[in-house]
């Protein structure tokens, strides 16, 4: 057989090089929100499932313990916290890496809202984290593969019904 000619197909997931901060923060925003939305899910299984989905398989477990953990600080036993609202504040240029072997870091700051509802009363908590994430393709998708969180501003809001 001879050659007849080239061929050539555009790949989405193949950057050359990493996304700017404009292109990666929608990205970030999804990512986060339904990594923080699966806590909200009552099946643990589903919850480690919709994890996997955002993040590389070896921070699964991880964060899971440790975003229960934060979620749930400072309240009592029987108290329901439901995450309402996750959102991407500031998001930095790239850091350093490439789309294709370690990942790419930004410097990011996000807020996650939560109801927070005791036997006593109902409250909304804002957790605004300030941290670097790093993003990975995996599976033909962008995936959070790293996480180091640099601090955590916590504010209690009264309820108001909507």
Partial sequence: AFPLGNWSVHNPFHQPGAPTAEQAAPIVDLLLTDTYLAFNLDDENAAFDQLAENLSQDLVADVYLDSRRRLTAGTREGTQVTVREVGVLEIGEPLGGSATDEG???????????????????????????????????????????????????????????
Wanted: glycine content about 6%; some cysteine; hydrophobic content about 35%.
């Fill in 104 to 162: 790419v870091s930004y410097d990011c700051r996000w807020k996650v809202v939560a109801r927070v509802q005791h036997l006593q009363h109902v409250h909304h908590r804002h957790n605004i984290y300030t941290g670097v994430l790093t993003l990975r393709p995996d599976d033909g998708r962008w995936k959070i593969s790293g996480v180091e969180l640099q601090s955590e501003d916590r504010v209690v809001a009264p309820w108001r019904p909507t």
